[in-house]
Nanobody, 120 residues
């Protein structure tokens, strides 16, 4: 079992930065692919970024602005979000999977989410 807890969301202005954290507990967490997804009101949950054994990958909408990384102890995954836009407003979720995937349905463990609101 893996438990995930997100933090770091908040209200910012367009152009600002935020860093989200995903703290994990559970065995062998470092072997999991960890991803960030987001869901805006009235929209489907969408992939944002992921980190796994093969490296990192990003959605086109955030590439060059967001950076996903693991902490030194590999029990925390971060999402550094720069140059935030109004359209980045959403609830951001951390998720973990034993597979390399972009699809939310392939992720087995989820956090409760953290709200990010970007005012224009």
């Amino acid at each position: 079992q893996v438990q995930l807890v997100e933090s770091g969301g908040g209200l910012v202005q367009a152009g600002d930065s935020l860093r989200l954290s995903c703290a994990a507990s559970g065995r062998a967490f470092s072997s999991y692919t960890v991803a960030w997804f987001r869901q805006a009101p009235g929209k489907e949950r969408e992939f944002v970024a992921a980190i796994g054994w093969s490296g990192t990958w990003y959605a086109d909408s955030v590439r060059g602005r967001f950076t996903i990384s693991r902490g030194n102890a590999e029990m925390t995954v971060y999402l550094q979000m720069n140059s935030l836009r109004h359209e980045d407003t959403a609830v951001y979720y951390c998720a973990a999977s034993r597979r390399t995937a972009n699809s939310a349905r392939l992720y087995d463990y989820w956090g409760q989410g953290t709200q990010v609101t970007v005012s224009s």
